[in-house]
């Protein structure tokens, strides 16, 4: 089974600031790992993914989260959060197999504040 | 490239009735997947179809179903509607799963279903 626990379902940063989204993951096997954000009225948009290889992924709009089996983490951060950051940031876990599926977790509303 | 196309975009039914929800995937996609999202809820899958098959399906009643066509467009289709059934409905499609390594699915707006 995989699961996917997001920590703090609300994240306020000022404009500038450090942005750092904590998601944790539960998988039987290596999992596939997924950084999602959706802004108001609009589906959901990738950020970065990790699959094998390199544990630090880099995504769009200056966004990266490193991936740490031994912690069963992967934390999104940003250097320098800005205003246009502000949206709904979600985690999701892929176990492969034949289960054809993300796991989301409840997703992090990122608030940046001028 | 167009993206991932849903139809219609809101919606307002009453309890009882039914709905059909419509998803064209990006050309060349052959999956495509449909979540269920609510505040409280949070995201969660519905099916998962490719190639015409629907490979796995979530914990839903079976008032929620679907289907997919020979050219992947995919509809879905909620019978006597409950309150609880307010939600904005996401479609996704993905090259497939697997076979190449990680899928990645990409969203549609979604449709936004509101049952009164």
């Known amino acids: 089974a995989q699961s996917v626990t997001q920590l703090g379902s609300h994240v306020s940063v000022s404009e500038g600031a450090l942005v750092l989204l904590r998601c944790n993951y539960s998988s039987s096997v290596p999992p596939y790992l997924f950084w999602y954000v959706q802004y108001p009225n609009q589906g959901l948009q990738l950020l970065l993914k990790?699959?094998?290889?390199?544990?630090l992924v880099k995504g769009i709009n200056g966004f990266e989260a490193e991936f740490k089996k031994s912690e069963t983490s992967f934390h999104l951060t940003k250097p320098s959060a800005h205003m246009s950051d502000a949206a709904e940031y979600f985690c999701?876990?892929?176990?492969?197999?034949?289960?054809?599926?993300?796991?989301f977790g409840k997703g992090t509303l990122l608030t940046v504040n001028p | 490239k167009a993206g991932v196309t849903q139809t219609p975009r809101y919606l307002i039914k009453t309890r009882g009735q039914q709905v059909t929800l419509s998803c064209s995937p990006i050309s060349g996609h052959r999956s495509v997947s449909w979540y269920q999202q609510t505040p409280g809820q949070g995201l969660q899958f519905l099916f998962e179809?490719?190639?015409?098959?629907?490979?796995n399906k979530g914990n839903f009643p079976g008032r929620f179903s679907g289907r997919q066509f020979s050219n992947s467009r995919s509809e879905m289709n909620v019978s006597t509607l409950e309150l609880g059934d307010s939600a904005l409905y996401l479609c996704?499609?993905?090259?497939?799963?697997?076979?190449?390594?990680?899928?990645?699915?990409?969203f549609g707006a979604g449709s936004r279903l509101t049952v009164l």
């Open positions: 990790y699959t094998t290889g390199a544990t």
């Open positions: 179809y490719f190639s015409e098959t629907q490979r």
């Open positions: 996704a499609s993905s090259l497939g799963w697997g076979t190449s390594g990680a899928n990645v699915l990409t």
């Open positions: 999701a876990v892929y176990s492969g197999g034949s289960n054809y599926k993300l796991t």
